[in-house]
């Protein structure tokens, strides 16, 4: 079956006064009907610039959406006319952002927030609106919904924050939920709450996930499939399970070594990726993460790596590993 | 057992609610830090774990009299802190460094990299000229960096980049102490590795205590000697390291290990989380009896009642629960 | 240790201190730059007046009263045969005088109390603020005519009844900037270190207050401007024959009807130092402005 979303070859630059921020360089990833993927990277890598580039959402004029091919069902996200993507966002696509605080209006009920996207796409009323935002809260797990949906933002905690906004972007029932570090503002505790319950709608409504983060422990937790991305560019994919036990990028492997795990005896020592990312307006030629990278080889410095088939279903770009010399594995 | 630095006897923190229009008459009190008890030997991390609310970052800073304590006592070579007027702590100031969570905001905007390092050795008039400079350039290098960017400003500095100009500055005066408020929290995951490593090795060199404040357990683990951990101001759990994450007795101590998910998706595949139901209640209004109560999964009759006393539940290992209380007079 | 590796990464991007940075972003800004051009050229045609034109502002020729401009007149002459552009240059000094001069008063006075207000808080804020309160509540021009009455004439007189009400703003703003500055962590660091607070005032508060404040002046100078021509304009500013903006309107009113340029000319010389100024400090905060910094 096809997948529900494929991006091939997205490029999304930034033009700023000192220079153009490659922020999305050239990323093609896919979305099964139903399956939950991961985009897991640092800040700069680009999984939040991607996402929003799904929804059109990159701030012009400086954002620009350069080239590449977006088709959800088949239809082609860049060709569509504004009010068409208009139509499509919320709908058929919805996201959760990162920051309840800033995502929700104060000035707005929770419910009327709720009811919003339900008047515009199913033509609902505002009484019916608010009924169908009451069933919603309720659905997310909110005490006393009846009551709670005529409250404003201010008036709801953090997690509730959260909840509402995951109301939000269920309500007219999406095909594809993007959720943009949906957990990093909260503590540990109210994230598990919050992925649990995601979780247990997306399987009840069928409804595909991206999920962006920096977590790899949520990562392995929630999604089926995982985009390692770095500098712009998706070093490594595959099945998670593949993924985090036998990595094919240095990044990912280094990415791995350097989280304390809790379930595991206490290393005496991490160990670090040494060095910083690169800046986007000056990438090098050749492998953004060569400077970093204890296994460069001569071809790192002159040639850009392509994604190549490593292992079944398991991509990654790099030289190294491509020719098979997967030192790091040696632990 | 080594000796004790700094001695925290019940200490409290609370910050009036106030309503009235030309008389602020106090409604309420926000108990940001509600007797809290523990002690910290010298050359040993302390991890401090808890959630947003539960007042560690409160406790940190008095502690350090940043914020001064509605009550309690602050123990440091014999001498209460908290009775110590602002002239008299700064002799001490010297001896007790913080380092803090957000990097862009701690360092001056308008200091060089040597103004902000060689600030504390100016404030204690510690060295002058060539001395200075020689100070600030091995502290710079202590922390990695090249004695060329003392002249650059914090913004041409990245994130962990700016964390190592605020652990040079806090090693400046070779301190006893360092409370470390959520260092790394603001990282990346990969800087974050470099910085712990980076706070391990200046422990391993000068013998400092660390008070390390975070939310992050698995992080706390790896540092960590000895760990406490905080809810609603209060102290549910003081244990050592190994004990606590093998063997963790207080319901949310269980709760808190189970809600981090484990980078390895075959582990994850198998493990139940505890899902803890409700959110956390306000200071202004904490529940009665064991402040957890409401949202603990083995609470009884009891709970709602009575408080529980941080006890020793053996080998060092403190509890403040009643399911650990054998009996009640 | 990571040593090596961390020394290769500091920013690739050209070394600029803060002021630099700033000052790079001021110079992109066309407006400001125009604006400021015009003050300067302004300026120095003001100070360099007696080199410009042969005429002096007070010489009378009541036989060439009134005239259009011509190449003898570039502006033509006013109701009492005086070179309306002469007048107008050695107006600008006036104007640019006021200007810039009260906001020494206003920052003599403004800047120490915001700083005191802000720093101490609790009750010497509550005080401070409420006498501020109370100076704010008081009409400006009602206030400035009050304090020259008792003052006398005379320009000197004129600077400070501008500046001993003008000050109130700079010192809410003060006071903002050192609250807001108060709580950012590099000042609880400085504490933690040791710091006391006349040290932290002057080292870290005050330096990191002083963008809004430049910008605040900025703004300032347009108004004090105004308020001089305003109460020239009414006859309460300064004194013929020194010459000022604001009387060369009221005179020109009187003859409006005979010769619009009367009014035309300094009007628009207002007009155009006002906006100058206004541009220069967008420009200014624009450029000043941290967040809009990369």
Known sequence: MAPLLEVRNLKTYFYTQDGVVKAVDGVSYDVNRGETIALVGESGCGKTVSALSILRLVAEPAGKIVSGEMLFDGIDLLKLSKDDMRKMRGAKISIIFQEPLTSLNPVLTIGRQISEGLEFHKNMSVQEGMEEATRLLKMVGIPHPERRVYDFPHQFSGGMRQRAMIAIAIACQPQLIIADEPTTVVDVTIQAQLLELIRNITKELNTSLILITHNLGIVARYAQRVFVMYAGNIVEHGKALDVYHSPCHPYTAGLLGSVPRLDEPRKARLQPIEGQPPDLIALPAGCSFQARCAYSVPQCLKEKPVLTEIAPNHYAACWVSQKGLREWQKQ | MAEAIIEINNLAKYFPVTRGLFHQAKIADVKAVDGVSFTIHKGETLGLVGESGCGKTTLGKCILQLIRPTSGEVIFEGRDLCELSDKELVPVRAKLQMIFQDPYDSLDPRFTATDIIGEPLRIHNISRGKEYNDRVAELLELVGLAPYMGERYPHEFSGGQRQRLGIARALALQPQFIMCDEPISALDVSIQAQIINLLDDLQQKFGVSYLFISHDLSVVRHLSDRVVVMYLGKVMEISNRDELYKNPLHPYTQALLSAVPIPDPAVEMKRQVIVLQGEVPSPMNPPSGCVFHPRCYRAFADCSKNVPVLADAGGGHQVACLLYETSRP | ?294
Do not use: C
Not at chain 3, 165 to 189: N, T
């Open chain 3, 1 to 294: 240790m990571a040593t090596t590796v961390n020394a290769a990464n500091a920013s690739s991007r050209p070394h600029h201190t803060l002021w630099g940075d700033a000052w790079v972003r001021l110079r992109r800004n066309k407006l400001a730059m125009a604006g400021g051009i015009f003050i300067i050229i302004l300026a120095l045609a003001a100070i360099f007046a007696p080199l410009i034109t042969p005429y002096g502002f007070a010489r009378q020729d009541l036989t060439a009263i009134l005239q259009n401009p011509s190449s003898k007149h570039w502006l033509g002459t006013d109701g009492l045969g005086r070179d309306v552009f002469a007048r107008l240059l050695y107006g600008a000094r006036t104007s640019l005088a006021v200007g810039i001069f009260t906001q020494v008063i206003v920052l003599g006075i403004g800047l120490p109390i915001g700083a005191i207000a802000g720093y101490a808080g609790g009750r010497v804020d509550n005080v401070l603020m409420r006498f501020v309160d109370v100076m704010y509540s008081f009409p400006d021009i009602l206030l400035i005519i009050l304090i020259k009455a008792i003052l006398g004439g005379g320009i000197y007189q004129l600077f400070f009844a501008i500046g001993l009400v003008a000050w109130v703003d700079i010192a809410r703003l003060v006071r903002g900037q050192m609250m807001s500055v108060k709580s950012r962590d590099f000042v609880a660091a400085a504490r933690a270190m040791g710091g006391m607070g006349p040290y932290i005032t002057e080292r870290h508060l005050l330096p990191n207050s002083l963008g809004p404040i430049i910008v605040s002046v900025t703004f300032n100078v347009p108004r004090a401007i105004f308020t001089e021509a305003a109460l020239s304009f009414i006859g309460i500013g300064v004194r013929p024959p020194t010459p000022s903006w604001g009387s060369m309107i009221s005179d020109g009113y009187a003859v409006i009807f005979a010769s619009w340029y009367q009014v035309f000319f300094p009007a628009l010389a207002i007009a155009l130092l006002m906006i100058a100024f206004t541009f220069l400090g967008d420009g200014l905060r624009d450029a000043l402005d941290p967040k809009l910094r990369h």
